[in-house]
């Protein structure tokens, strides 16, 4: 199907060298699906800056650090051509047009574009509007992140109402853009079964080590994971990602937590046999509503229970078996049951799901 485009651009909101997300899988999968080369932009963000300002100057700063020094282990296929270039921190009209330019200039852009972005800013939307077949995947609820000005979520809105494809990985954004979208469809998460096999030994009633898979950033129930780790002195908390949020620094304080930093996704397994409980400790409020955490399936799919607080996107699986929901932290001491985990995990991996992804796209493009 992908035969009848003569370029393809993909805008992931991450660097390919961050922890391995929903964004990265999907786009390396689209790689080894198009025979042709790719077009992978270098995240453009979603903060104007002013020109003058210390953060305009930092930013600019950051982003030739992260150039000069990432060291990415996270697989590439050989087809997938990575974008960078100078890049104005700003969203006006003349910045806009300015990045366009300087971007454009670094592939050959044809009107017959696939295009594939999993967040809208005014340079991104030039390519957009540009390209004859359009997918957004939204894996985040933008619409309540006031963090995000209130440009930026509108032009997702007026993105999302023209786009070709829209598919989203959470309930929340599906109602947001259900009367809006011309086609949206429902794909949560999924993981890789043939990285991540289940442990023979799945873990015991008596667990000693409990882990947290992924980055520390600011959708983490900080209060809830300290206070989890205080009641359970008596375990090892194995924290397996980046910080992003300063807070999760007090991290550092405890004597039973190990702190591992990131890691690539090959590594994943190695890790995930050492525990016995998985975390998904994030809070709750409208912006996590629509939150799917990729790490539900990877604990569960290395034989892993799973410890969260009550978001929805994890809440509908919960079975009091191998899934349990907390709203508060209270001592580890569950019976485990993992009667049906393979039925539940056969309809959920990564496969089935950009099978899925592939059907709705063929469907519309003929």
């Known amino acids: 199907m992908f035969r009848q485009y003569e370029s393809f651009t993909f805008f992931p909101a991450q660097q390919w060298s ?6 990265h899988e999907l786009i390396y ?14 995240p453009l963000g979603l903060v104007s800056y002013n020109f003058f300002s210390k953060e305009f100057f930092n930013k600019v700063l950051e982003r030739h650090k992260k150039k000069v020094s990432t060291n990415n282990r996270n697989a590439v296929h050989p087809n997938m051509k990575f974008i960078d270039s100078l890049y104005i921190h700003r969203f ?17 852009l044809s009107d017959n574009n696939f295009f594939w972005s999993t967040y809208i800013n005014p340079t991104i939307y030039r390519f957009f509007k540009k390209s004859k077949f359009k997918i ?10 006031m963090k995000i000005s209130s440009q930026m979520r509108q032009l997702e809105k007026q993105a999302v109402s023209e786009a070709d494809v829209v598919i989203v990985d959470n309930m929340a954004t599906y109602d947001d853009y259900k009367t809006s979208a011309k086609k949206i469809f429902y794909i949560p998460q ?11 030994d799945k873990s015991s009633n008596v667990p000693t080590k409990i882990g947290y898979i992924g980055n520390l950033h600011y959708c983490i129930d900080y209060d809830y994971l300290f206070k989890l780790i205080e009641i359970n002195q008596h375990l090892e908390f194995v924290i397996v990602g980046g910080i992003v949020d300063k807070t999760a620094e007090k991290l550092f304080n ?6 591992i930093g990131q890691v690539p996704k090959s590594e994943l397994p190695k890790y995930l046999k050492q525990i016995d409980y998985g975390l998904i400790p ?13 790490k539900l399936f990877e604990y569960l799919g290395a034989g892993v229970p799973v410890i969260s607080t009550p978001i929805p996107e994890v809440k509908r699986y919960k079975n009091d078996k ?4 907390e709203s508060e932290a209270k001592l580890i001491d569950y019976k485990l049951n993992f009667e049906n985990i393979d039925q539940l995990l056969a309809g959920n991996t990564w496969d089935k799901r950009f099978n899925l992804y592939l059907k709705h796209i063929g469907e519309i493009v003929g």
Do not use: C
């Not at 999968?29 to 270098?42: G, L, P, T, V, W």
């Not at 957004?136 to 992140?145: F, G, K, T, V, W």
């Not at 999924?190 to 023979?200: R, V």
């Open 18 to 23: 961050h922890t391995w997300e929903r964004q």
């Open 29 to 42: 999968r689209f790689a080894k699906e198009i025979d042709r080369e790719i077009n992978i932009f270098s």
């Open 92 to 108: 006006d009209l003349i910045s806009s047009v300015m990045n366009y330019k300087l971007l454009k200039r670094k592939i050959k």
């Open 136 to 145: 957004i995947d939204l894996a985040e609820r933008r619409q309540s992140n």
């Open 190 to 200: 999924g993981y890789d079964h043939n990285l991540i096999k289940a442990k023979e």
């Open 254 to 259: 405890y004597s039973n937590v190990q702190m």
């Open 282 to 294: 994030y809070k709750i409020n409208e912006f996590t509503k629509g939150v799917n955490p990729t």
């Open 322 to 325: 191998f899934i349990f929901i």
